[in-house]
Nanobody
């Protein structure tokens, strides 16, 4: 089974930027949808952004205009560019890749936005 590993998280000041990447242990084909979710302590996991194989994107209102999801390749299927970060963006971020016969999640990467 293909494993997903997120990277690019870390500590950043408010107003800063981070770029999250999602790497697969093997090439993934037949992807229908890719997404980034996040979960802050004491809160439910929420969808941050998604992109279909055709390129249609969707964002939660709180990140519109600041975050950009993009497709990569078979080994690095999806990225998330995060600009103008706010303290309320602090959370563990997870990538999710869905195809006809699979629905894979990564282990998450911590993003902390703090002065």
């Amino acid at each position: 089974q293909v494993q997903l590993v997120e990277s690019g998280g870390g500590l950043v000041q408010p107003g800063g930027s981070l770029r999250l990447a999602c790497a697969a242990s093997a090439s993934i084909f037949g992807i229908n949808r890719m997404a980034w979710y996040r979960q802050a302590p004491g809160k439910q996991r929420e969808l941050v952004a998604s992109i279909t194989s055709g390129g249609t994107t969707n964002y939660v209102d709180s990140v519109k205009g600041r975050f950009t999801i993009s497709k990569g390749n078979a080994k690095n299927p999806v990225y998330l560019q995060m600009n103008s970060l706010k303290p309320e963006d602090s959370a563990v971020y997870y990538c999710n890749v869905v195809g006809y016969a699979f629905d894979q999640w990564g282990q998450g990467t911590q993003v902390t936005v703090s002065p």
